[in-house]
């Protein structure tokens, strides 16, 4: 019998799959890949951006780093600062918007016009966006942020005002931080309610793809709905808790202060090695959060297979 | 008689029938308690999302004398639309909205396009390196476009593939303020979150039945052909929501518009710098009175978002019940 030449059906089948993907591994290579070796080298150099539109590189060595972690006036206390509030939002947003997906799931009158309405924040993520609708917000339920402070103050004071019980609770002698944690946390509400509108549909259609018989049958045998939420519930959500999660991150990490600082380094004062440092410095802590987070978490995920 | 009563009452609490009734009620009371608790929750949460646009309402109406008046909240008395006008004329409203939604359109079809493509490749197609190429879309999820923001620019500043533009016009390009950077990125599936996306689709088609390909091959239709006549009609839902999520963010997107794109007069970017440009440009120094025209120039932005969601919020849920997103 004569052997056929080349690759089988199936294989050649298989290969098809290259054309399909084609396009991404060029833009990965191109953009993505390219750009990320190349942002390591601008780390460790200095550049100078020449009149004709090029630029002309010269090795540093670690200067840059040194520069940002040991001398900079405030990069360090901002990273820290982002990662510390990446840190307490993450656990608040994820939990907030499962509760939130909860309480949506459940059949009542009016359903679709609550849905509508908080799924709005997808609609308006932008941060030129976000920045006034929070001063909106601040002067319609009277909280405060120490940049507005004064302006509320000196202006009329209209609704509710948070420094009224502020004040309040100072008078009764409670300690500075606690107060300060207090009311820091009552003006971060929007932010918590606004940045889970995605983690909500997420976590609802997670709760959609559960089976009905799981919940028949626990009925059945006579759970409470306390043994029901976290014996079914929560295990068949909990991938789905690895995959908010990671996604809360990256998405506080990309709206936060310290891409901004490393924004402004390099394309305000120009100093493109020193943001690309800086770029690298707070790149290498989310990863480290997100490898840490996700190990974590995917020891206690439940899969269903 | 009476004790008679008694005795009837007593059998009667102690009955099979009394104890479900009683446990009966008891429920509709925790029911009620439970739904009140809900409804308060809801409302309240719906306020905290509603309010900062009941505010910007009001602002875009409230004229800086009622804005004073410590007898005025939320509802002027003389209410005008200046704020507006000063907005509009400001941001140059139809020009720059043309731009912004042209732009997100293009992008959005592009990116549900691509996306789709790609997506198809890594669900359905075994080929060697798989599931390395279809880790490293993860990585580019995970890696925050911010890290490699400066290298982008600088590549886009002077753009070249292997030399081969600047043997044709003695230099490279400069594509910095063109739409082109983000198309580029866009076609090759690295634009606004392609990777989210890839992984959106990629989760769907491999939730659909082989079958449906199997039919098509049988009947001699080529690989193409399957994927844009068959496979693609059934890729609804999820090319629905991920074409509102792509609209929506590219309409939204500052980043990548001001780091491309700063002059290209997209309303994004221009509501960024609408601060500094009326204190610079009409000389209007009261603090409060940027504020009320800000808000007109954000009420003026959303508005066309709005709209649109609200004619399309029914297909987006469903959309995204179906889309795959969980897997």
């Known amino acids: ?305 | 008689m009476d004790l008679q009563l008694v005795q009837k009452a007593k059998t009667y609490t102690k009955s099979e029938d009394f104890k479900l009734s009683v446990k009966k009620s008891e429920n509709k009371v925790k029911n009620f308690f439970l739904n009140l608790v809900i409804i308060i929750i809801l409302i309240g949460t719906s306020f905290v999302i509603l309010s900062p646009i009941i505010g910007l309402v009001s602002d875009s109406f409230m004229p800086l004398e009622d804005f004073y008046n410590p007898l005025i909240y939320l509802i002027p008395e003389n209410p005008n639309a200046q704020n507006l006008i000063t907005a509009f004329k400001q941001i140059d409203y139809p020009k720059s909205l043309a731009i912004s939604l042209g732009f997100s359109v293009v992008i959005m079809l592009l990116q549900a396009f691509i996306c789709s493509f790609v997506g198809y490749g890594f669900a359905r197609f075994d080929f060697p390196g798989n599931k390395i190429l279809f880790a490293l879309v993860v990585l580019t999820i995970v890696v925050p476009v911010q890290t490699i923001m400066v290298p982008l620019y600088t590549q886009f500043r002077g753009f070249d593939i292997f030399g081969i533009i600047s043997l044709i016009s003695g230099k490279p390009l400069n594509l910095i303020n063109t739409p082109y950077p983000l198309l580029l990125m866009t076609i090759t599936g690295m634009g606004l979150r392609s990777g989210l996306f890839i992984y959106i689709f990629r989760q769907f088609f491999k939730g659909l039945p082989k079958e449906l390909e199997s039919a098509a091959f049988i009947d001699g239709a080529g690989t193409f052909y399957t994927y844009f006549f068959i496979m693609l009609p059934n890729a609804i839902p999820s090319i629905i929501t991920v074409m509102l999520f792509a609209l929506v963010w590219q309409y939204n997107d500052v980043f990548f518009s001001s780091l491309f794109m700063e002059n290209m007069g997209f309303l994004s970017v221009k509501l960024t710098t609408l601060a500094s440009k009326l204190s610079a440009q009409l000389q209007i120094r009261d603090p409060n009175q940027v504020k009320l025209i800000i808000s007109s120039g954000v009420l003026l932005t959303i508005l066309p978002l709005v709209v649109i969601y609200l004619f399309l919020q029914k297909y987006f849920m469903e959309g995204i019940e179906r889309s795959g997103i969980v897997g």
Not at chain 1, 74 to 83: I, Q
């Open chain 1, 1 to 305: 019998m004569k052997k056929k030449k080349g690759l089988s059906l199936t294989q050649r089948q298989k290969l098809m799959g290259l054309y399909f993907v084609a396009p991404w591994v060029i833009g990965f290579l191109l953009f993505f890949a390219y750009n990320l070796v190349e942002a390591v080298v601008f780390s460790f150099s200095k550049i100078k951006i020449n009149d004709g539109g090029g630029f002309s590189i010269t090795w540093a060595g670690i200067e840059n780093y040194r520069y940002a972690l040991r001398e900079s006036a405030d990069f360090v206390r901002r990273l820290t600062e982002s990662m510390g509030s990446i840190l307490i939002d993450v656990p608040l947003i994820t939990f907030f918007s499962l509760f939130i997906a909860i309480l949506l799931n459940r059949k009542f009158k009016g359903r679709a016009l609550v849905r509508a309405i908080f799924f709005l924040p997808v609609i308006m993520a932008s941060a030129a966006i976000n920045d006034t609708l929070n001063s909106n917000l601040e002067a319609l339920m009277g909280g405060m942020s120490n940049t507005a402070a004064a302006q509320v103050t000196d202006t009329t004071a209209t609704g509710l005002n948070a420094m009224v019980f502020a004040g309040a609770l100072m008078d009764f002698g409670m300690p500075n931080q606690v107060i300060e944690y207090l009311v820091g946390a009552v003006s971060r509400l929007y932010e918590i309610i606004r940045s889970s509108g995605v983690q909500i549909i997420i976590f609802l259609a997670a709760l959609q793809a559960i089976s009905p018989s799981l919940y028949e049958v626990a009925q059945i045998e006579g759970a409470t709905s306390y043994e029901t939420f976290w014996k079914i519930t929560f295990p068949m959500v909990s991938p789905l808790i690895l995959t908010n999660v990671v996604y809360t991150i990256i998405d506080l990490y990309s709206q936060s202060d310290i891409v901004e600082v490393a924004h402004t380094t390099a394309f305000t004062s120009l100093d493109f090695g020193l943001g690309a440092a800086m770029s690298v410095i707070s790149s290498l802590c989310v990863c480290a959060i997100l490898g840490i987070v996700s190990f974590l978490i995917s020891k206690k995920v439940f899969y269903q297979s």
